[in-house]
């Protein structure tokens, strides 16, 4: 089975760098907010891996200022040829792209024009509910702006949906408040209550609007607490009756609670998950995540991500090693007699690029 040249769609990531920029590269591969030393971040399997891999891409040794100098010679003669390029090598074709993350500082129409594949966009909705939050001002106000702004940015070309990263703020169990329990919440200053208020607004929006919503589910960055983070904690609201309507995407797989996501795409026939983050940041347990989502999650559920930020090569290093891993996986089911091979080889279709084509509605 030979998946190298699968169309992929990353449909999780976030902007890379438009111009070439002086990056530490161990740094970008580091999820911890609290300045670890360099001599720490080179040390991981991810970076070590990730450093082995673009050196035979890029035709020099596996040297950290040798792979830094032929990528800045690259990126300087031609970006755009460059990305191509990249991208090519492992046929990435298509992003859905969170706005609200930007390490890298960069305009949208310049990041559109420059990209060499299909990109759509997502808004986050902490964007505004964290401004909402920190500046007061008065309830009423402050829903009027958040519908506002949401329906602003949906009516922008190329915005087909929502995220959320509640999960940072207040956790993952979150409770039915309606406008007045929230207007209420708002003025005493309960903070879990009143973003559990503007989640459930917004999943509203999706639904009449017919657009997903994903949602951040597991583990993240350092400031990110895992017990509040479990996915099954959503259980609650994913059994409302309206919601029940509400394509919803668990982001992350629900790492490391993967076969909970797995168990909550089999239950609820309108939640979907990625494998992003996770893949590639977890060497050793990848296949064992993805695995433990395939054990119940229909396969026509699963989506490939990578939660790529800051520099392409990224996006380009997720899609590689989420084919090598997947390929695999699938020839140990197969040898398992659990599935044929042709139809382990649609599964492998399915999860780079079908699934989320269909979903998301790229035009490959």
């Known amino acids: ?19 070439y920029k002086e990056r530490d590269l161990s740094e970008v591969f580091s999820l911890s907010l609290e300045n670890p030393p360099q001599d720490q971040r080179n040390h991981t399997l991810l970076f070590r891996w990730f450093i082995n891999e673009l050196a035979v891409f890029l035709g020099c040794n596996p040297e950290e200022q040798k792979i830094k100098n032929a990528r800045a010679e690259r990126i300087k003669q031609d970006y755009k040829t460059y990305l191509t390029d990249l991208f090519s090598d492992v046929n990435l074709k298509g992003l859905v792209l969170d706005i609200g993350y930007m390490p890298a500082d960069v305009n949208l129409e310049a990041f559109h024009e420059l990209a ?26 402050a829903l009027e702006h958040f519908d506002s702004i949401l329906q602003e940015f949906l009516a922008k070309k190329y915005f087909i949906g929502l995220k959320s ?17 929230a207007s209420t ?3 005493k200053r309960y903070e879990k209550a009143v973003r559990d208020f503007f989640l459930l607004r917004a ?22 607490n895992l017990l509040i983070n479990n996915p099954l904690l959503l259980k609650p609201i994913l059994q409302d009756e309206e919601i029940k309507e ?39 347990g990848m296949s064992k995540g993805i695995a433990d989502i395939m054990d119940m999650c229909p396969l026509n559920k699963i989506m490939y991500g990578s939660d790529a930020f800051m520099i392409p090569e990224f996006n380009w290093f997720g899609a ?12 140990d089911i197969t040898d398992q007699g659990i599935l044929d091979h042709e139809y382990a080889f649609d599964v492998a279709e399915m999860m780079t690029y079908k699934n989320a084509a269909n979903f998301y509605g790229f035009s490959l």
């Open 246 to 284: 509400q394509p919803i995407v668990l982001v992350h797989g629900g790492y490391p609670y993967t076969f909970e996501t797995g168990y909550l795409c089999a239950m609820y026939p309108n939640v979907y998950c990625d494998v992003s983050e996770f893949v590639p940041f977890v060497p050793l």
């Open 165 to 181: 990263i509640i999960g940072y703020r207040t956790g993952l169990a979150v409770e039915k408040v309606n406008e007045q329990e």
């Open 203 to 224: 999943l509203e929006l999706c639904r009449k609007k017919g657009i997903p919503m994903q949602i951040h589910t597991a583990f993240g960055e350092s400031n990110n």
């Open 185 to 187: 919440a708002y003025q």
């Open 1 to 19: 089975m030979e998946l190298a040249n699968l169309p992929v769609i990353d449909t999780h990531t976030h902007f890379f760098d438009i111009e």
């Open 116 to 141: 060499p594949l299909e990109v759509k966009y997502l808004y986050r909705i902490e964007t505004i509910v964290d401004k909402i939050w920190l500046d007061k001002p008065i309830f009423n106000k």
């Open 320 to 331: 590689k090693v989420f084919k090598r891993k997947l390929k695999d996986l699938l020839m």
